[in-house]
């Protein structure tokens, strides 16, 4: 019987089986990383978030997670224009880790 919708998939991420390797060289490159909070504020002035659906907090929430392909693709809509560094609360190098991470992925 069609009731006009499906159920998703379960999207459970089990933090202890993601392998860290790619998360731990990405932190060893730029230890700044490590200060981010998740406040948003980098995401609220990014130029290319008002254009394109990047933002700089889901794409280091997704390296959290082990989430590296979706990661792959939304880093890449970064334009490094730098407004989220000057922003930056915590003073995280936000070029260099966007840099990094594109370098990495």
Same mark, same amino acid.
């Given at each position: 019987?069609?009731?006009?919708?499906?159920?998703?998939?379960?999207?459970?991420?089990?933090?202890?089986?993601?392998?860290?390797?790619? &998360?731990?060289?990405?932190? /060893?490159?730029?230890?700044?990383?490590?200060? %981010?909070?998740? !406040? $948003?504020? *980098?995401?609220? +002035? #990014?130029?290319?978030?008002?254009?394109?659906?990047?933002?700089?907090?889901?794409?280091?929430?997704?390296?959290? &997670?082990?989430?590296?392909? /979706?990661?792959?693709?939304?880093?890449?809509? %970064?334009?490094? !224009? $730098?407004? *989220?560094?000057? +922003? #930056?609360?915590?003073?995280?190098?936000?070029?260099?880790?966007?840099?990094?991470?594109?370098?990495?992925?």
């Amino acid at each position: 019987m069609d009731f006009g919708f499906t159920i998703n998939a379960p999207r459970a991420i089990y933090l202890d089986k993601i392998d860290p390797t790619l &998360r731990d060289r990405i932190i /060893a490159r730029e230890r700044t990383t490590l200060l %981010c909070i998740g !406040c $948003g504020s *980098c995401t609220a +002035t #990014c130029t290319a978030g008002q254009f394109t659906p990047f933002s700089l907090r889901k794409v280091q929430h997704l390296i959290r &997670r082990g989430e590296y392909a /979706a990661a792959k693709e939304a880093v890449q809509n %970064c334009m490094m !224009c $730098g407004k *989220c560094r000057m +922003t #930056c609360p915590r003073g995280v190098n936000t070029r260099a880790v966007v840099h990094t991470l594109l370098q990495e992925l």
